[in-house]
C-alpha cells in the first residue's frame, strides 16, 4: 500500500493512550486467538494446541518474519501492558494462553539468540563493549536518508512502523525498576522520569511523538496501525516485551535500553532536518529535538550507571546485559533493511490495510 493512502482516523489531543485495538487475524492461530478473547470461541485448549503447531514448523529464523506467529505473540503480551479493547483482562493470567504463548517463545528465544549471537565480555568490562557496539557508523544509514532525500510520506512510513513502541515509550523498559536495587535502580528511575516528561503529560515522550504524528496527518491512537505493519516490526516489538516480561532477562531489559539511548541523539537529529527541509515546524520536530539532547545525558546514565552496576553488583549478568543491547541493534538494523528495500523496490513498507489470513 501508499502511505497516501494510511487511514488518518481523527486523533486524540491529549494522546491518552488506550487498549490496542483488536486485528485482523494474520493466520489459523492469530484468529484463533482473537476468537477465544473477543468470546466467539470458549475453547483456548485449542488454541493452546494451534500454537504449539505453529512452533513446531518453525527452526531457526523463520518465526521472526511469520505474520501469524508475530501477531499472536503481540497480542499475548499486550495482556500484561494496556491491554486489548473489549478483552476481559482475566485472560491474562489464562493458563492455556500461557502455555501456548511459552511454545511460541522457545522457538522465538531461539530465533533471536540465532540472529544476534553469541555476546563476550572482555574482562567483565561491560560499559567499555556498550560504548563499542553502539558507536556511529560512518557509512550510510537510515537516519541520513531521511535528513536528505525522505519525502513526507516516507516520513509517514516510518512514524506508523515506529508508533506501537513510541506511543506507549519506556512502559516496557520501565517493568525493570521493581527488580532493580540500590544504584542501578536509581538511575532506571532517573532515566524514566525524563521519558515521562517528569510527571508533566504534555512532555512524556509518547505525547511529543503523538504530535508529530498529528502534524504528519496520522492519528496518534494507541496501535491504530497495527493492521499494516509487517511481522518484521513487529517482532522487534515483541523482543522487547520478551525481555521485560521474564525476569530472567533483566540483564537483557537494561541493555536493551542502553542501546537505545546511545544510539538515539544522532539519528534524531537526522530526522529532525529532515522534517525541517520538507518545510515541517518546531511542533513535528519536537519529538526528535527533544531526543537530541536527552538521550546524549541518558546514553551516561544508562551505560555508567543502569548496565555498568548492575554488572557490578551480579557479573554473571554481562552477557545478559550485551546480548540485549545487541538484539536492539540486530532489529533495529531488520527493520530498516525492510524499509529502505522496499523503497528501493518502488513499494510501500506496509502492509495493505485489507490484508487478511
Given at each position: 500500500?501508499?502511505?497516501?493512502?494510511?487511514?488518518?482516523?481523527?486523533?486524540?489531543?491529549?494522546?491518552?493512550?488506550?487498549?490496542?485495538?483488536?486485528?485482523?487475524?494474520?493466520?489459523?492461530?492469530?484468529?484463533?486467538?482473537?476468537?477465544?478473547?473477543?468470546?466467539?470461541?470458549?475453547?483456548?485448549?485449542?488454541?493452546?494446541?494451534?500454537?504449539?503447531?505453529?512452533?513446531?514448523?518453525?527452526?531457526?529464523?523463520?518465526?521472526?518474519?511469520?505474520?501469524?506467529?508475530?501477531?499472536?505473540?503481540?497480542?499475548?503480551?499486550?495482556?500484561?501492558?494496556?491491554?486489548?479493547?473489549?478483552?476481559?483482562?482475566?485472560?491474562?493470567?489464562?493458563l492455556d494462553l500461557l502455555a501456548g504463548r511459552a511454545a511460541l517463545e522457545t522457538i522465538f528465544e531461539a530465533a533471536v539468540c540465532d540472529v544476534?549471537?553469541?555476546?563476550?565480555?572482555?574482562?567483565?568490562?561491560?560499559?567499555?563493549?556498550?560504548?563499542?557496539?553502539?558507536?556511529?557508523?560512518?557509512?550510510?544509514?537510515?537516519?541520513?536518508?531521511?535528513?536528505?532525500?525522505?519525502?513526507?510520506?516516507?516520513?509517514?512510513?516510518?512514524?506508523?512502523?515506529?508508533?506501537?513502541?513510541?506511543?506507549?515509550?519506556?512502559?516496557?523498559?520501565?517493568?525493570?525498576?521493581?527488580?532493580?536495587?540500590?544504584?542501578?535502580?536509581?538511575?532506571?528511575?532517573?532515566?524514566?522520569?525524563?521519558?515521562?516528561?517528569?510527571?508533566?503529560?504534555?512532555?512524556?515522550?509518547?505525547?511529543?511523538?503523538?504530535?508529530?504524528?498529528?502534524?504528519?496527518?496520522?492519528?496518534?491512537?494507541?496501535?491504530?496501525?497495527?493492521?499494516?505493519?509487517?511481522?518484521?516490526?513487529?517482532?522487534?516489538?515483541?523482543?522487547?516485551?520478551?525481555?521485560?516480561?521474564?525476569?530472567?532477562?533483566?540483564?537483557?531489559?537494561?541493555?536493551?535500553?542502553?542501546?537505545?539511548?546511545?544510539?538515539?541523539?544522532?539519528?534524531?537529529?537526522?530526522?529532525?532536518?529532515?522534517?525541517?527541509?520538507?518545510?515541517?515546524?518546531?511542533?513535528?520536530?519536537?519529538?526528535?529535538?527533544?531526543?537530541?539532547?536527552?538521550?546524549?545525558?541518558?546514553?551516561?546514565?544508562?551505560?555508567?550507571?543502569?548496565?555498568?552496576?548492575?554488572?557490578?553488583?551480579?557479573?554473571?549478568?554481562?552477557?545478559?546485559?550485551?546480548?540485549?543491547?545487541?538484539?536492539?541493534?540486530?532489529?533495529d538494523d531488520l527493520l530498516a533493511e525492510h524499509i529502505t528495500g522496499s523503497w528501493a523496490r518502488g513499494e510501500s513498507s506496509l502492509r495493505s490495510?485489507?490484508?487478511?489470513?
Amino acid at each position: 500500500m501508499s502511505s497516501t493512502d494510511l487511514d488518518r482516523a481523527p486523533s486524540h489531543t491529549t494522546n491518552v493512550t488506550t487498549r490496542m485495538p483488536i486485528p485482523a487475524a494474520r493466520g489459523p492461530v492469530s484468529a484463533r486467538l482473537i476468537a477465544v478473547l473477543s468470546g466467539s470461541d470458549a475453547n483456548p485448549a485449542a488454541f493452546n494446541a494451534a500454537a504449539r503447531g505453529l512452533a513446531e514448523q518453525h527452526d531457526g529464523r523463520s518465526i521472526l518474519f511469520d505474520e501469524d506467529a508475530q501477531l499472536t505473540l503481540t497480542l499475548l503480551y499486550e495482556l500484561h501492558l494496556q491491554g486489548l479493547h473489549g478483552v476481559s483482562d482475566d485472560w491474562e493470567w489464562n493458563l492455556d494462553l500461557l502455555a501456548g504463548r511459552a511454545a511460541l517463545e522457545t522457538i522465538f528465544e531461539a530465533a533471536v539468540c540465532d540472529v544476534v549471537g553469541t555476546q563476550q565480555v572482555k574482562d567483565g568490562d561491560v560499559v567499555s563493549a556498550l560504548w563499542a557496539m553502539t558507536a556511529p557508523s560512518a557509512g550510510p544509514s537510515m537516519s541520513k536518508f531521511m535528513a536528505t532525500e525522505a519525502s513526507a510520506d516516507q516520513f509517514r512510513e516510518v512514524l506508523v512502523h515506529r508508533s506501537l513502541n513510541q506511543l506507549r515509550e519506556s512502559d516496557v523498559h520501565t517493568l525493570g525498576i521493581p527488580r532493580l536495587a540500590g544504584a542501578p535502580k536509581a538511575a532506571l528511575v532517573e532515566v524514566q522520569a525524563d521519558e515521562y516528561g517528569g510527571g508533566r503529560l504534555e512532555r512524556m515522550h509518547s505525547t511529543l511523538f503523538a504530535t508529530t504524528m498529528r502534524e504528519l496527518g496520522l492519528s496518534d491512537r494507541y496501535a491504530h496501525y497495527l493492521d499494516v505493519v509487517p511481522a518484521v516490526t513487529l517482532a522487534g516489538l515483541n523482543v522487547l516485551s520478551f525481555f521485560g516480561l521474564h525476569r530472567r532477562h533483566l540483564g537483557a531489559l537494561a541493555g536493551h535500553l542502553c542501546a537505545v539511548e546511545t544510539t538515539s541523539s544522532l539519528p534524531s537529529k537526522n530526522y529532525s532536518a529532515g522534517l525541517r527541509r520538507l518545510g515541517f515546524d518546531a511542533r513535528a520536530t519536537l519529538f526528535y529535538d527533544e531526543h537530541v539532547e536527552a538521550d546524549s545525558v541518558h546514553e551516561q546514565i544508562a551505560v555508567r550507571n543502569l548496565a555498568g552496576g548492575l554488572a557490578e553488583q551480579d557479573p554473571a549478568m554481562g552477557r545478559n546485559i550485551l546480548f540485549g543491547a545487541a538484539a536492539c541493534l540486530v532489529f533495529d538494523d531488520l527493520l530498516a533493511e525492510h524499509i529502505t528495500g522496499s523503497w528501493a523496490r518502488g513499494e510501500s513498507s506496509l502492509r495493505s490495510s485489507s490484508a487478511t489470513c
